[in-house]
């Protein structure tokens, strides 16, 4: 698919390529994010302190009620404390995940001229398509940009997949991705039971609130990161929680994700085989914050390029009013969260991220 552009707008990859000693202005953040910014390999080296803690899924469907048990008490405790975890034995299969990072790197290593060919429009602000291949424009009031370019699509389900932006290379590009998809559809199943027992619901009550079967969407976004001249000044992405119910995170196992835990940024390790995931804010909101939506945000380096394939498992936008369930309201815990549709989340979010930037809100 070929898109008609005007100017195309410059690619961090460009920037990064064009053999500049020192970033922009505009890429260079402000003085009090700046003291928090380290090397992110020594940061990942480091073993003292909060780690981010890794679940077994294995036992998540085991026959051996207390293996059951014990599994769903460990998920709790990780979604509750960090809303952020190492998941192992998912149910992905090793080799699927390697295919789907083969596709995606096999993308991002064409020429940019090739890739703009998948520009979307949301980087020029008009109100155009955003799935496609794009780089964060300055939006907000700061004028602050982020050193990534990002590949964007819906993967589920079927009928919301828009196959005409998606690349057509590398060859198992689609196929590798539908099937990730697929996959991660029934990993949400899974997690999304085992949370809603552990906050004392029927197994499928989560899903349900979430869209159930037939309305959650799944958004993937291909994160790049080229490497940075500068990285202590930079960030591949500013600090955010997720709008999802839940993120599925994959990357090339070069670190750069860190989580603002207890009052400090910590990094999270490259555990092998693993899928990261994120509680999103839909979640939290439905927990009435049992469950966390953790601040976390993207480091860059100098030596190596970082890609990372964040599946974002999304209700629809207006069908359903996002509210704490009513099982986890009490006298002593009353709704700390007012109705919304998940659109309307998206809107408040963005609307107090420009009150902030404009010097007028929290």
Known sequence: MVSTMVAAPSRVESLASSGIQSIPKEYVRPKEELTSIGNIFE?????????????????????????????????????????????????????????????????????????EKYANDHDTGNSGKIQGYGSKLANNASGQLEWEDYFFHTVYPEDKKDMKIWPKNPSDYIPATSEYANHLRALTTKVLSALSVCLGLEEDRLEKEVGGKDELVIQMKINYYPKCPQPELALGVEAHTDVSALTFILHNMVPGLQLFYEGKWITAKCVPNSIIMHIGDTVEILSNGKYKSILHRGLVNKEKVRISWAAFCEPPKEKIILKPLPETVSETEPARYPPRTFSQHIEHKLFRKTQALNGDGA
Request: aromatic fraction near 4%; hydrophobic fraction near 35%; proline fraction near 5%.
């Open 43 to 115: 940061e990942e080296k480091k073993h003292e302190g909060p780690q981010v803690p890794t679940i077994d899924l294995e036992d998540l469907v085991s026959e051996d009620k207390e293996a059951r048990e014990r599994c769903h008490e460990a998920l709790k405790k990780a979604a509750t404390e960090w809303g952020v975890m190492h998941l192992v034995n998912h149910g992905v299969p090793e080799e699927l995940m390697d295919r789907v990072r083969v596709a995606g790197e096999g993308f991002f290593n064409q020429p940019v001229e090739e890739k």
